[in-house]
């Protein structure tokens, strides 16, 4: 009889047992499903406005997020950086990921946020190139495209000075021409050019005044781009019959 009850308390032990892993098991289904949500499409579709971004070393790199057909408050989390991206974080840029609240009342719906990248000035290693990405969320519809290339526009590569516009024209009633010249390229650091007068169908210093090489300084810069100007006087020649030109030459000072 004793054996007969311990064998029964073993029986009912082990169904215990067996009972309480089959429940969590149960949960342990049941705690997978629940991770995964269902999209509310109420909140519209959300997706970058265009597939490629870029910025200036050294400034605020603006990368657009547009929500479509949709309303209601959301948090909309993204990630910078990918493997494979020549742009390294702490280096190129100063953030690394954040989360865009779009917002709604009765009158407005948000449709637009927008991303700061603050990028950093790195000299001399040339452009650069970062993923920005909307991280993955089962709550939220997702249009295209939801990753981003950002290109840094690096500013100290070798710079070029042209003309802007290329050419002039003047009466020989005015008194000076101003003359724009651009730089592109190179403003992270201060730059300069020459720039002399060259005679051609109108004489330096009888329909204008001739310039020898003159230095035109540019200052460091976090723009891609800029530009200086300086003035030719333009002297009055009764004689004058006709159009005449004179030209105007770049150089390295």
């Given at each position: ?33 629940d991770a995964?949500?269902?999209?509310d ?22 990368v ?15 990630t ?16 690394t ?29 040339g ?18 495209p ?5 290109t ?12 802007t ?7 020989d009633t005015?008194?000076?021409v ?5 730089r ?44 200086n ?18 030209s ?6």
């Amino acid at each position: 009889m004793m054996n007969h009850q311990r064998l029964v308390s073993r029986m009912g032990a082990g169904r215990w047992l067996l009972l309480l892993a089959l429940l969590g098991a149960g949960l342990g289904l049941l705690r997978a499903e629940d991770a995964f949500a269902t999209p509310d499409p109420s909140l519209g579709s959300f997706q970058f406005s265009s597939a490629t971004f870029q910025a200036t070393e050294g400034t605020a790199a603006d990368v657009v997020v547009t929500r479509t057909g949709g309303s209601g408050p959301y948090c909309l989390n993204y990630t910078l950086f990918k493997a494979g991206d020549t742009a390294v974080p702490g280096t190129d840029y100063s953030n690394t990921q954040g989360c865009m609240s779009f917002t709604n009342n009765s009158t407005s719906t948000d449709t637009t946020k927008h991303i700061l990248v603050n990028t950093l000035h790195n000299p001399g290693l040339g452009d650069k190139t970062l993923t920005v990405r909307l991280s993955p969320d089962s709550n939220v519809v997702f249009g295209s495209p939801i990753d981003t290339t950002l290109t840094i526009k690096d500013i100290d590569g070798p710079p070029s000075f042209t003309f802007t516009p290329a050419s002039y024209t003047t009466t020989d009633t005015a008194t000076t021409v101003q003359v724009t010249v651009t730089r592109v390229g190179g403003s992270g650091v201060a730059q300069q050019v020459s720039y002399s007068t060259i005679a051609g169908t109108a004489a330096a210093g009888t329909d204008f005044t001739g310039v020898p090489a003159t230095v035109l300084p540019f200052a460091a810069s976090a723009l891609p781009s800029t530009t200086n100007t300086f003035a030719v006087t333009i002297l009055r020649n009764p004689a004058i019959t006709g159009n005449k030109t004179f030209s105007v030459h770049l150089s390295s000072p």
